[in-house]
Each structure stands twice: as C-alpha cells, then as structure tokens.
C-alpha cells in the first residue's frame, strides 16, 4: 500500500488518533497538513518527526467551526504543496459529561459544532480542490451505535450524525471521490483517561472477544488503508474498529 506523493489533511492531528494518523500517512509517501486548535506542541512535534524521517508535513491551527479559518486552512495547504487528494477529520470531542437534565442549550450546540459543523465545513471547502479521485475519511463512534456512555447524548448524537453524512456525501461525490467513516470503540487515548474511570475501561476491555483496548496506530493503519487505491470499491462505509465489542 502506498501514498505516495499524496497531500491529505489530517484535521486535527495534534494528538492521539490524529497524531498516528498524520505518522502512517507520512510513512506511506503522503504529504502531511495538520490542523490543531488548542494541541499546538503536539501537532508541531508530529510534524518534526515526520520531517527528521524524510517525510514532508506542515501545520496551521483553525478553529474548525469557524468558516474564514477553515478556508485558510485550506488555502494554506494548497501554498504548502499544490493540491489537495484527501481529508482525514479527526477533530471533535465529547467536551464533558452531562445528563440530558443538567445540559444547557449552548452544550447542546457547542458539541455539536465541534463534532458535525467543523466537519461539513472541512468537507465543503476541500472538495472543490481534490485532485483526480480523491478520498474522505470522517471519525463516528461506537457511541453512534450503542448511545454512548452515561452524559454522552451530544457526543453520540453527533457521531450518529457523522455516519448518516458521511453515507449522504459518498453518494454526491461518486464515482470520483469516495467516502467513508471509522467507528473507534475502546481505544487507548487522552480521551478514555480524561472521560472513562479505569474500572470501566477493564470492564469493556474484558467484554470485546479480542480482550484488550484498541491502539491509535491500528486505527491509524485503517484509515490509510481508506484512503488508498486498495480500498478503491468502498465508499459510504461506517467501519467498525472496536475488537470485536459489537457487530453490526
């Protein structure tokens, strides 16, 4: 499998999945543009070591619910290295837990924004510069299966919202462009540290038939192989990664 020579958008690539996403793609030949928000040092540490191993990657930080910022970000990519062949939007997050009686409307609407608006507003303003038949990988959850844990309502709803668009634009976008999402479960990232208790994660582990968590490099491994020739009949696909905690 290779990408060589390929300029993907790793949107949101400071940290965790995103960070070992930006590293594979670089390790396959593609040209690397990371987006971070607020993981600056970690985005700019990724992309020196892409570079001290020969690769080629650069950064901008966006707000990517912010429409001027994401256009620059484009913009910035297209200055860096010419054109655009594929996005990989990792950014979102779960922001907090909260019950569905304790939410105020504007947790409600941030969750979202993170998750569903950044997203529509990347895709929106990549597509018109993708480059032959280019590839979009969006991130949904497993939470967009099964509701999410306990005070995860926006996070799931966002995520189901993920799997539900990523199916519509693979549709807009053929037979040109393909597109398709990954589902994480239990993956061993700041995310599960920050939001999960320990005895949970042991729990969830235990129930998944390969009986330990996920790592952000076989994630990572996934969405390579989505964005390349190999995958070139897959399209409005929500792939579950999850170790085999749930079919569907």
């Known amino acids: ?147 999410g844990g306990g005070g995860a309502i926006p996070y799931a709803s966002s995520k189901g919202a993920i799997m539900t668009f990523t199916r519509g634009l693979a549709k807009e976008l053929g037979p040109d462009v393909r597109v398709n999402s990954v589902c994480p479960g239990m993956i061993s990232t700041g995310f599960h540290d920050t939001f999960t208790p320990d005895e949970v994660r042991k729990n969830v582990a235990q129930a998944a038939v390969l009986k330990r968590e996920g790592n952000a490099s076989e994630v990572a491994s996934l969405v390579s192989f989505l964005l390349s020739d190999e995958a070139s009949y897959i399209t409005g696909a929500n792939i579950d990664i999850n170790g085999g905690l749930v079919f569907s």
């Not at 060589?4 to 996403?21: E, K, L, N, T, W």
């Not at 040209?31 to 570079?51: D, R």
């Not at 484009?74 to 909260?98: E, M």
């Open 1 to 147: 499998m290779t990408l060589q020579d390929r300029v993907i958008i790793v949107a949101g690539g400071g940290r965790d999945i995103g960070a070992a996403c930006a590293y594979d793609l670089a390790a396959k030949g593609a040209k690397v543009l990371i987006t971070y928000h607020a993981s600056g040092e970690g985005a700019k540490t990724v992309a020196a070591n892409i570079k001290q191993n020969g690769g080629q990657a650069e950064v901008v930080q966006a707000d990517l619910t912010n429409a001027e910022q994401v256009a620059d970000c484009v913009k910035q990519t297209l200055k860096y290295f010419k054109k655009i062949d594929g996005l990989v939007h990792v950014a979102g997050g779960l922001i907090a837990r909260k019950k569905i009686t304790e939410m105020t409307l504007a947790h409600w609407r941030h969750v979202m924004d993170v998750n569903m608006t950044s997203l529509f507003l990347m895709s929106q303003a990549v597509i018109p510069h993708l480059s032959g038949k280019g590839s979009i990988v969006t991130f949904a959850s497993q939470a967009a299966r099964d509701g």
